[in-house]
């Protein structure tokens, strides 16, 4: 298991003695353990290499529900509410935003995450006519520290009596025997993203192969869970339309359309500063080749036309595996990319939301 090559803790003066901490530490006794006096907001850079397999124990002080970092108005938002009470991966993708966002930092664990399940009963609360989606996987693999951190069943169990609320986990990972047990009424989705077997290969690295996601995602679904499946990033490398359309019909032929939530597709999307990160990290990397523009929330990405390519094609593909009923989102794109790539444009991003919303009273 990832989890089990954690070989450092970092933890706090000020959670040393939390009940959590004392928990986390229990379940990787043979990592070395280390008290910090300095402040946790100060930087804890380390190597590259250190900080997949450093846990960093701290506290968040403000709301752990954020929305979905959608940061212009001109692209379509699906109102995911961002949920991150842990920040980093111990997996090594060369297209993933947290080495620029949070550099080589060791993962950080918040000890008070149970005050986020506070936060989000709350919210529902505020507002019991809408079917809220909630998710971790944003800044963290939401399963790659599981089922030692201990977190994601409580999770579950909580979402399960919560009747408006939806939480989606996503994973790279195929680990998902002990999700068998948790009582979820129907009230968690587990995603999963996906690339073809070649590029998982090349650039995710500590990744489950695709085909045991894939697996995964058959065996949860059997449990009563929905299932999603996140194409994002689709990345335009040579042979890449043989490549996901051979991937599209393995993930058709194991999963059945009723067990699937929503499927999501992006493209490769990156501050600028990443893509030196990249250069220097992965040299042998080919995901940045292709033709680049500065998109309108500042980030580098495929010209307009070969991402329209990309969608049309993959919409075709799974509308071809699963029919017409699934629901089938862009994530970051404005409405002429809907349009051109999926045939319909929604005019508002409460429009967005209202689709997920028919697509899960539908199941």
Not at 49 to 56: A, D, I, M, S, Y
Not at 128 to 134: A, D, E
Not at 145 to 166: K, Y
């Amino acid at each position: 298991m990832i989890s089990r090559k954690i070989t450092g803790i970092l933890v706090d003066d000020s959670v040393f003695d939390h009940p959590y901490s004392r928990y986390v530490c229990s379940q990787f006794p043979d990592a070395e353990l280390r008290s910090l006096n300095t402040p946790s907001i100060e930087p804890l850079n380390i190597s590259w290499r250190r900080n997949k397999c450093t846990l960093h124990l701290t506290t968040f002080p403000g709301s752990f529900l954020k929305d979905c970092p959608a940061t212009s108005p001109s692209y379509l938002c699906c109102q995911y509410r961002i949920l991150s009470p842990v920040v980093g991966c111990p997996l090594d993708c060369s297209y993933c935003i947290l080495q620029h966002y949070i550099g080589s930092q060791p993962i950080r664990v918040y000890v008070n995450w149970a005050e986020m399940l506070d936060q989000i009963r709350y919210y529902a609360r505020e507002y019991p006519n809408r079917l809220i989606r909630f998710g971790s996987g944003e800044l963290a693999d939401s399963l790659a520290l599981e089922p030692e951190l201990g977190m994601v069943p409580r999770w579950i169990s909580a979402f399960a009596d919560i009747p408006n609320a939806i939480l989606e986990l996503k994973t790279k990972t195929a680990d998902v025997d002990w999700l068998a047990i948790i009582p979820h009424r129907g009230r968690t989705v587990i995603g999963w993203s996906v690339n073809p077997a070649r590029i998982v290969e090349r650039e995710e690295r500590g990744a489950a192969p695709v085909e045991a996601r894939i697996q995964a995602a058959a065996r949860v679904a059997g449990w009563g869970y929905k299932v999603a499946f996140h194409f994002d990033p689709i990345l335009r490398v040579e042979g890449w339309e043989s490549q996901y359309r051979e991937l599209i019909g393995l993930i058709c032929g194991a999963v059945s359309a009723r067990s699937v939530a929503w499927v999501s597709l992006g493209s490769l999307r990156f501050p600028p500063q990443l893509r030196e990160i990249i250069r220097r990290r992965f040299p042998k990397s080919r995901i940045l080749d292709g033709e680049w523009v500065i998109g309108m929330d500042g980030k580098h990405r495929l010209i307009k036309p070969l991402r329209i390519e990309l969608f049309r094609k993959v919409h075709q593909w799974l509308r071809e595996g699963w029919g017409d009923d699934i629901c089938i989102y862009l994530c970051m794109e404005g409405a002429e990319v809907w349009r051109k790539s999926m045939g319909w444009e929604p005019m508002s991003r409460d429009e967005v939301e209202r689709g997920f919303e028919e697509s899960w009273s539908g199941n």
